[in-house]
């Protein structure tokens, strides 16, 4: 029997569903293997006795970082609210640098990353974690790279992941690593999931972030572009409605949004296509009519170049109602 150690880090606060999914796929390797190979997984709390989830669930640690552990092949370190609380934790960010060196590998599931960056653990490294922690992330350890788009990143032996599910993501990229395409196969199959899921975290995300000031002359022009998506827009026709040349435009608009105002057009007109996919049966080129796309085909490359996946895989994920047959309507016709 092949055997991999995996030590699983529990602090107060954490997400149970990013120990719980990865544990779960773990365990089905001993299964559909017949016994020929088994990850021992171990709990690790932060804290001596019981350790309460952001869900109210408690769980039990196998061990503590203050007591002897086995050796570690891999770590896990969920996310969860609660790790914001134990970034200023000496203890836990030397026991994190202390396995960084001798495991094969140390991954952190979602914002479990900020207990890493606090470790020391991700200068110069490129990671990612859930969308919404990204920019903070960027902030707090501005020397990591940041792929905030990504589902799981592996940098040499550190892996991180987008938040909560993400954690199955990356138990199969594991169990693919140790025991073959087949095992995780296997595994995904039997629990109903992607052996390898398609698009990253912006089709769950949304793309507009980043609002002006609603006395700003720049406000009104964003507000402009949303309610006539439909339009063919240019920064020299846009500017005109301002009564200001096209490059001061081009200047105020992105030192105020952090965008320019052509990525801001471009993501308004792929979020208004989402919204559409998600609510409403209009076929494929009616919508990029009303989002100012040239053409169905365009509309296509564009959406599944920003989101890695196609208006049809969107549309049959996301879309509100009972499925329907949409082979028809999806042909632009």
């Not at 991999?4 to 796929?25: C, N, R, S, Y």
């Not at 350790?51 to 086995?70: A, E, H, K, Q």
């Not at 994190?96 to 606090?118: D, E």
């Not at 039997?190 to 398609?198: E, G, M």
């Amino acid at each position: 029997m092949r055997k991999i150690t995996v030590g699983m880090v529990l602090f107060p606060g954490f997400q149970l569903l990013d120990i719980a999914g990865p544990k779960d796929a773990f365990a089905e390797v001993r299964i559909l293997s017949q016994g020929a190979c088994e990850y021992e997984m171990l709990t690790i709390g932060t804290t001596r006795g019981s350790v309460l989830s952001s869900s109210g669930l408690t769980v039990m640690p196998d061990r503590t970082i203050f007591d002897p552990c086995p050796h570690f092949d891999t770590v896990i370190v969920p996310g969860g609210l609660g790790v914001f609380e134990v970034l200023e934790d000496s203890t836990l960010s030397e026991w994190l640098a202390k396995q960084h060196k001798s495991t094969r590998r140390i991954a952190a599931i979602c914002n479990g990353v900020f207990a890493f960056g606090a470790a020391g653990m991700i200068d110069n490294r490129t990671v990612t974690t859930h969308w919404m922690d990204a920019t903070r992330l960027s902030s707090m350890f501005p020397k990591a790279k940041i792929e905030p788009d990504q589902i799981y990143v592996k940098d040499d032996r550190l892996y991180t992941t987008a938040g909560v599910t993400a954690g199955i993501d990356l138990a199969l990229v594991m169990i693919e690593e140790d025991f073959g395409r087949k095992m995780a196969l296997d595994v995904a199959k039997y629990l109903i999931v992607y052996v390898r899921r398609a698009g990253g975290q912006s089709q769950f995300s949304p793309l507009l972030e980043t609002q002006a000031a609603s006395d700003s002359q720049i406000q009104s022009i964003q507000q402009y572009l949303l309610d006539n998506l439909h339009l063919n827009h240019t920064t020299t026709s846009l500017a005109r409605r301002l009564k200001m040349s096209p490059r001061n435009l081009s200047r105020i608009f992105t030192k105020e949004c952090g965008v320019s105002l052509i990525a801001f057009l471009n993501d308004a007109r792929i979020d208004a296509a989402r919204r559409y996919l998600e609510s409403t049966r209009h076929p494929i080129g009616e919508i990029a009519k009303r989002c100012g796309f040239e053409s169905a085909d365009t509309l296509r490359r564009t959406f599944s170049r920003r989101l890695q996946i196609s208006p049809v895989e969107y549309r049959q994920r996301f879309r509100s109602g009972n499925p329907v047959n949409e082979a028809v309507r999806e042909s632009g016709r």
